[in-house]
């Protein structure tokens, strides 16, 4: 065990319990849990995370990181293919509490829905919906000014009635909002 | 009172006693990295499954009650009532249904396969059942039942049954996680037609739309309010080819004024294949008409 004195004093060495359904996988993770600096117990031993090749071990209780599982209780869920650091910081972030999920396709979120005739809010319009994307961007209102080739005083009208046709009170929050939004608006025909 | 039954034990062992006989009526299809959706028996030759969370492919493996590993092929799908359906490679004996009627405050048992042949089982209410209802990709939903459950992942797809043992129907995730259910009715309705097409025919323009608000300068041109904004045009189709770009903003479509999009919806049915269509819309300020020919919609 000569190289737990190269792990530096305040990195958290975690105890994780590796859990795959064949040898070699498990293998395979007990290494990049290791590498990571953390320690693999066995699967019924006294664990702080629990890393589940798949969907997670039935009635497990502690916090599980799943590679390419599906169930959405789990704290922690990564793709079948994620490499090293990724899980390392996964295991690290559930550990403490947090939970971890991949970014973009959240196909539960947008589930099947309805067609809503009724919105029964106020419409964007597609001016709004150009400065959207530029606050999307990150972009001052100067530089929305400049590519719409509007008034600075006119960004931030368009600013001010889209905070309020959002319900929000950040410009992070309206991008949030609205592509929510669009998400559930979204037709195709 | 000694000799009463137990309420209590007595409504458990009723919920096992169906689980039990559940167990027969779901297979667990399996996906990559050992994750699996659950289908459910609707006859020996057919296994009904959620869409939407059934990846593309031609050919699952599943695994049937008591645990036979067996391979299914796809026989046919349709994203706007998300059903999809496979055939099993040899016939796998199918538990009988019996249609059950979704009430709202009713209990509802939501079964899942668990993967090894057995099953798992989720306790609720039918939160509210509802009218029929047309889901955002144009399908027709025969009634809107909202459950009061969670439900995993891999349990999607899974029979619901009330408390007599009817079957309501299968279990799916709408918006927000909320899980709602395909009604029996609407599964009875697609599944004889996917078998014979494979597809339910729609009607198909080759556009992605949002609702928008009508410019105060246009409203008076345009007659109107909001119209569907094109976010994305699908190369080589129908608007493609009529030259329908990203940013037009549809008013009406034949007519019906945009904002009625259920009504807009029924319009693009099967029948509206190869028909003309006349599109009123806004572009670069100016309202203009434009005609397209309606194709046919391949699955997404």
Known sequence: ?189 | MPDQPDFLAQFSNALVTRAEAAKNAVVAIRLAHERHITGMLWHSGVVVASEQSLPRGDEFEFVAPGGAVMSAKIAGRDPSTNIAILRPAEPVAAPSIVAGEAHTGAIALAIGADGTGGASARLGLVNLAGPEWRSSRGGLIDRRIVLDLRLAGREEGGPVFDAAGGYLGMSTFGPRGQVIVIPAATIERVVPQLLKDGRIARGWLGVALQPVAVPDALRESADQSSGLMVMSVVEGGPAAQAGILAGDIILSVDGTSAHRLRKIARHFGADSIGRKTDLRLIRSGAVIAVQTTIAERHAA
């Open chain 1, 1 to 189: 065990m000569s190289n737990l004195a190269s792990i530096p004093v305040l990195m958290e060495r975690l105890r994780v319990a590796v859990h795959a359904t064949n040898a070699p996988r498990r293998a395979a993770l007990g290494k990049i849990v290791v590498e990571a600096g953390h320690v693999v117990v066995g699967v019924d031993d006294a664990a702080d995370v629990v890393l589940a090749d798949g969907d997670g071990p039935p009635g497990e209780t502690r916090p599980v990181v799943t590679l390419g599982g599906a169930d959405d209780d789990l704290s922690g869920v990564l793709s079948g293919d994620a490499d090293a650091s990724q899980i390392d910081a996964a295991i690290r972030a559930v550990a403490a509490g947090l939970v971890v999920r991949l970014p973009g396709v959240r196909e539960r979120e947008m589930g099947f829905g309805a067609m809503r005739e009724s919105l029964g809010h106020a419409l964007l319009t597609p001016r709004e919906i150009e400065v959207l994307a530029a606050l999307a961007e990150g972009m001052t209102n100067k530089a929305v000014a400049r590519r719409l080739d509007i008034s600075l005083h006119t960004v931030k009208f368009h600013v001010e009635s889209l905070f309020r046709k959002l319900g929000a009170r950040t410009r992070t929050e309206a991008v949030a909002k609205a592509s929510e939004r669009r998400r559930q608006e979204t037709i195709t025909l």
